[in-house]
């Protein structure tokens, strides 16, 4: 292994071709995410789309939307991707947003600008936040960084958010109720209608996380796929994130925020006009705003239209569906919940299944380990259907192994990393650890 001190900035410039060709090598040791082997982390199609994504990046590639009377280009992109992203969520002329970095950073905005607008209009000191345990750690992450308390409400049986449960959380201090549609632990779509109205009548504003679900589950719904009301249309919704960067089919790092109106919205910007450098106003978290994300995105979205998005949503569905049914037929192995669209988790009472996921990762599948209880997870995309009876046909011979050796040692430590494999010796420290553990990855 290259240890730090032997990693210089080199000395003369390397030629294009010694760069390209050492990425290109280095990159066969990455999950081959062309051939569907990512069960997450990697939205794709085909060459064709991911061609598209990189020509109209390219393009924007040296720019920066954090000025957009310099570029002008990237305001109406933004604008227009704002524009049909709020439609298709079911949102009027009034729904307000901007484009962000991803779905956390979506998710910071949404609840910084809910904690300002009660400062504002309620004076609420110790704001709180309501959601279902099974809400992206995103929000935890933006209760850490804004000094927001986060109260996390237990779910039901079905793994949605317990309607009564929601409702008790809620105290004067409570700034914002969340739920997600879907969810990323079992691809549940929260009841949204019921948790929207109770917010409604407590005065406090609705966020709904469909960071995963919002290009996914318009499209559905208009395939006649049970999805229920899950957007702007619901009353009492003040405001979602949608990634277009998942479901999307976007360029990495490109998501939405959008709020019901600009009242809310005003509340998320920035300004501070005391600076000698000028005036300093932003719209989100960064300062520098890659243009080649919004560019890509934009054009990713008007080579989609409705007819793109229906066709790889039908795709996508169907795929999950045989992919649900074959696991099923696996009798040590079961799908949790009744997932509502492409995402979905295993788990079994038979065999360890995170010893499956190694087994699965020695010919290439990457499955995401979850936990409490052990399971693994599948977001689905569209070229998977390609690859599902190879899938099925190596999951069986995983689990068979497994079940073979039911003396293999398995760590009652082992944890689940969201988007990191670790095991970790004991589950004591285990916050201790992860930071450790992340500090160890970033180092050479
Ligand atoms: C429901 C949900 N919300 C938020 C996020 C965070 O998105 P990102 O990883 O783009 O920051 C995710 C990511 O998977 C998600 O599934």
Redesign the pocket.
Known sequence: MTKRKEIRLPKNGLSKDEILNKLKESSKSDVEWEHGKAFGYVYHIDDEHTNLLMEANDLFASTNAMNPMAFPTLKQCEGEVISMTADMLGGDDDVVGSMTS????S?LMAVKTYRDRARKKKKVKDPEVVLPLSA?P?FDKAGHFLDVRIKHVPICEDYRADVEKMEEAITDNTILMVG?AC??PKGVIDPIKELAAIAEDHGIGFHV?S??GGFMLPWLKKLDYPIPDFNFKVPGVTSM?A?S??YGFGYKGS?LVLFKDKDYQKYQFFAQTSWPGGIYATPTMTGTRPGGAIAATWAMMKFMGEEGYLKFAKQTMETTNKLMDGIKKIPELHIFGDPDMTVFTFGSEDVNVYRVADLMQTNGWVLDRLQKPRCLHCIVNPDQAAVVNDFLEELQNAVDKVKDKPRIKVDDGTAAMYGLMAKFPSRKFIKKQAINYLIKQYKL
Do not use: F, M, N, P
């Not at 991803?102 to 950073?105: K, P």
């Open positions: 991803g779905g956390t950073e998710i992206h995103a997600s969810d990323y996380d960071c995963l994130s990634d960067h998942k998501s």
